[in-house]
């Protein structure tokens, strides 16, 4: 009786945690649209002039390749498909 309550509750267990992850899988990310140029400001930088993360219009943090950019600065990015790559914006 123990073995199959034991059986039972590791099945059970087993089946939650295959179902949180395919439930986190199917998170979408937000991340401009592929191609066109997005204005951006960069939220977090590498500490070696690289920024990393950016914010977007609606508020929500994406990753990006962003090389000679620092938290704050302006930038003009564009989602190539699978990075999202940032230059500084022109004036």
Do not use: H, W, Y
């Not at 059986?7 to 998170?27: D, I, Y």
């Not at 066109?36 to 977007?56: E, F, H, R, Y």
């Not at 943090?61 to 704050?72: F, H, M, N, P, S």
Request: aromatic share 2%; net charge positive.
């Amino acid at each position: 009786m123990l073995r199959n309550l034991q059986r039972m509750f590791g099945g059970t267990v087993a089946v939650v945690c295959l179902v949180s992850t395919l439930a986190v899988a199917q998170t979408p990310t937000q991340t401009p649209p592929q191609g066109q140029p997005q204005n951006l400001i960069c939220s977090k930088d590498d500490g070696k002039g690289d920024c990393v993360a950016a914010m977007t219009a609606d508020g929500k943090e994406i990753v990006v390749v962003g090389e000679g950019l620092k938290r704050g600065e302006a930038m003009t990015c564009v989602n190539t498909g699978n990075v999202v790559n940032c230059k500084p914006a022109t004036k």
